[in-house]
């Protein structure tokens, strides 16, 4: 099984600064890593497929980088709306995906 | 505009079961794979079971497996999760997410339904 680990797993930012978020798999998944975004009481919606292309509607704030075990998404300018948990999901071994234990980004 | 509903959660003793059903509509649900995922109440994600566009191929986590089982009905645009044997760490909200044939990450979520497996 593969295992996505992702640090840290809080990240108190303040608005306005920029979020780097990592995540790491156990072994390679080429490219084949996507970044969830996921608020209280919603399902989980897809912000980055393929390491670092974004999903329709993604604004170009989001953006993530990687490839093989080591991946990182940063949001380069935290708005109110960002605030939340963010997974990362590697699809490469379907139908087995793994997601990562989340991070959760909050206000400082 | 695409649409998944979850149904068929509750609460149910352990050693219970349990069938969940997913509706799709807004999309050509035969092209589409389709999986459960679960969450534990304040947790992360758990990938549970999968199944490919025709239904004939099918996977499980190593958790569920020999207890848990996945099927669709593309005539019906429906997906399902027979859920046997059922324990208390099996207790989460249950997701169907869907994803176009290639290697692609889940499109499309449901907003899920709630399993509590408790005595």
């Known amino acids: 099984e593969i295992v996505m680990t992702q640090s840290p797993a809080t990240l108190s930012v303040s608005p306005g600064e920029r979020a780097t978020l990592s995540c790491r798999a156990s072994q390679s998944v080429s490219s084949n890593l996507a970044w969830y975004q996921q608020k209280p009481g919603q399902a989980p919606r897809l912000l980055i497929y393929?390491?670092?292309t974004r999903a329709t509607g993604i604004l170009a704030r989001f953006s993530g980088s990687g490839s093989g075990t080591e991946f990182t998404l940063t949001i380069s300018s935290l708005q109110s709306e960002d605030f939340a948990v963010y997974y990362c999901?590697?699809?490469?071994?379907?139908?087995?995906?793994?997601f990562g234990q989340g991070t959760k980004v909050e206000i400082k | 505009e695409v649409q998944l509903l979850e149904s068929g959660g509750g609460l149910v003793q352990p050693g219970g079961s349990l069938r969940l059903s997913c509706a799709a509509s807004?999309?050509?649900?035969?092209?589409?794979?389709m999986s459960w995922v679960r969450q534990t109440p304040g947790k992360g994600l758990e990938w549970v079971s999968g199944i490919n566009t025709r239904g004939d191929y099918t996977d499980y986590a190593d958790s569920v497996k020999g207890r848990f089982t996945i099927s669709r009905d593309n005539s019906k645009n429906a997906l399902y999760l027979q859920m046997n044997s059922l324990r208390a760490e099996d207790t989460a909200l249950y997701y169907c997410?869907?994803?176009?044939?290639?290697?692609?990450?889940?499109?499309?979520w449901g907003q899920g339904t709630l399993v509590t497996v408790s005595s």
């Open positions: 393929g390491a670092s």
């Open positions: 999901q590697q699809y490469n071994y379907w139908p087995r995906n793994t």
């Open positions: 997410a869907s994803k176009e044939t290639g290697i692609r990450p889940f499109d499309y």
């Open positions: 807004g999309f050509t649900f035969s092209s589409y794979a």
